[in-house]
């Protein structure tokens, strides 16, 4: 056992949670720039409509996140658990496996979202010149899945090992050079900025998806690429922990499409571009609660694996409670100036002025997100992922579908706007009573 495990089961919570997480936070922030800046850059560089156009295709592109959670997550989990039991014969394959699903996946995701992703579009309620613009930037973002993938998944396993600040490196190097191209090549192509921000973001994956190949090939002591193959002992396993991952992503797609689709029905393209802005800050809110989550993933998982229950609940409390303070870093001034912030996505003047309540409704309970985060994570890492599973499920299609149906419906347009604290006020009180009736039966 090397030195980053030993510290996973002997380390106090709150050094496992500034040594893992921080880094962890650091690279998601990076990385979570660059679809906001590819949003404020499409607003200030070619306009409102640029703007609704890559924001109504960003869900789209959850597709290869959800690829890379589901074969990531589920990897870094049997890495995490592997090395707490001290089975290097399970740590031998992980990358191996990861590999053969990779590719796989993303050869499917790319011909199939290339032939498609105009009719995917039009469930949203694109059409016209959204749907063209949309259409342009959804088919160069396809055609870099293999990259997005493999760096995304191997990086999850990255940190399944403990190497935390490693993995913030490679990630910022791509979330930098995204950041750097996404000006430059939308005002070099013109009319065609769309896809130069496309291009600078398949760019910005495929030379972290480079060092990140280099890492595992030359640098990595635990985990080795070895031969890839499907490792049929592995793989249910896998799948099973990864698939509420996945879920969490590829169904955003689902709740997506009815948040987009009820705003064009409700208040035409202006609504959806508030819509584009709103859904583009929420998620790089979640994008650190997100890291943190990453740091309790390995911690959770090791000392689970070495059956050290107590030290299990006393690392999930003080990264809970450490997840709401961050949480209220971004909801304290979020609420407070959030007029200021939807500017910079260059909004017109009466969008604008529709902007700021409905934004802050929809943002109203977010500092409580940490909470369902570390909640789903913690089921993940301990491999319970039906209940992950089951959590996710609820939040974005068997609560939000209904919701989202019935109360526009009835209370009106505005309403819209209240189904996400709604849904997700519920899911979280949900979480707490499950977590809280597994802790009671770990001994």
């Known amino acids: 056992m090397n030195k980053n495990s030993k510290e996973l089961l002997t380390e106090q919570p709150l050094q496992i949670l500034i040594k893992l997480s921080l880094p962890a936070i650091l690279g998601m922030i990076v990385i979570g720039l660059y679809p906001l800046m590819d ?14 156009a890559v924001g ?59 032939l498609f992703c ?22 160069i973002i396809f055609l870099g899945s293999l990259f997005v993938n493999f760096a995304q998944a ?87 922990v990864g698939v509420s991952a996945m879920l969490m992503q590829v169904l955003t797609i689902i709740q997506q499409s009815f948040l987009y689709s009820q705003a064009f029905r409700y208040g035409g393209e202006t609504s959806a ?23 309790l993933q390995p911690a959770i998982g090791a ?17 809970t409670i450490s997840s709401i303070v961050l949480a209220a870093c971004f909801w304290i001034p979020a609420e407070g100036f959030a007029k200021q912030i939807l500017n910079l996505f260059g909004l017109s003047d009466e969008t604008l002025l529709l902007a700021v309540p409905n934004f802050r409704i929809m943002y109203s309970i977010f500092i409580v997100y940490g909470i369902m985060i570390m909640i789903m994570t913690f089921f993940q890492a301990i491999g319970d992922g039906k ?3 089951i959590l996710v499920m609820l939040r974005q299609v068997i609560l939000f579908i209904p919701t989202m149906i019935f109360l526009p419906h009835i209370f009106g347009a505005q309403s819209i706007w209240y189904v996400i604290p709604i849904v997700d006020g519920i899911v979280i009180l949900l979480g707490l009573q499950r977590y809280f009736t597994t802790v009671k039966k770990m001994k």
Request: include cysteine; glycine fraction near 12%; aromatic fraction near 10%.
């Open 273 to 295: 571009a508030i819509m584009a802005v709103s859904l583009r800050i929420q998620a790089f809110s979640f994008i650190p609660l997100w890291g943190m989550s990453q740091g």
């Open 387 to 389: 209940t992950a599973g």
């Open 56 to 114: 109504i295709a960003t869900p789209f592109t959850y597709i290869n996140t959800g690829i890379a959670t589901l074969i990531g997550v589920g990897s870094a989990s049997l890495l995490s658990r592997a090395i707490g039991e001290g089975n290097q014969r399970t740590i031998d394959k992980v990358m191996g496996n990861l590999c053969f699903w990779v590719l796989l996946l993303s050869t499917i995701v790319t011909i199939l979202g290339i």
């Open 118 to 139: 105009g009719q995917l579009l039009m469930v949203f309620g694109a059409k016209g010149e959204l749907l063209d613009l949309s259409t342009r930037y959804l088919r």
């Open 303 to 319: 000392n689970f694996g070495a059956k050290q229950y107590n030290r299990v609940k006393k690392i999930f409390n003080v990264f």
């Open 154 to 240: 191997a990086n999850m396993v990255m940190r399944g090992e403990g190497l935390m600040k490693r993995a913030m490196l490679i990630m910022s190097l791509g979330a930098g050079i995204n950041i750097v191209l996404d000006p430059v090549l939308m005002i070099m192509f013109k009319e065609h900025g769309v896809e130069g921000a496309a291009i600078a973001t398949v760019t910005a994956q495929f030379i972290q998806a480079v060092f990140t190949l280099w890492y595992f090939k030359k640098k990595s002591e635990t985990v080795k690429i070895g031969l890839m193959r499907k490792e049929k002992e592995i793989t249910g396993e896998m799948f099973s």
């Open 39 to 52: 949003g404020i850059f499409a607003g200030q560089i070619l306009g409102e409509k640029a703007m609704t």
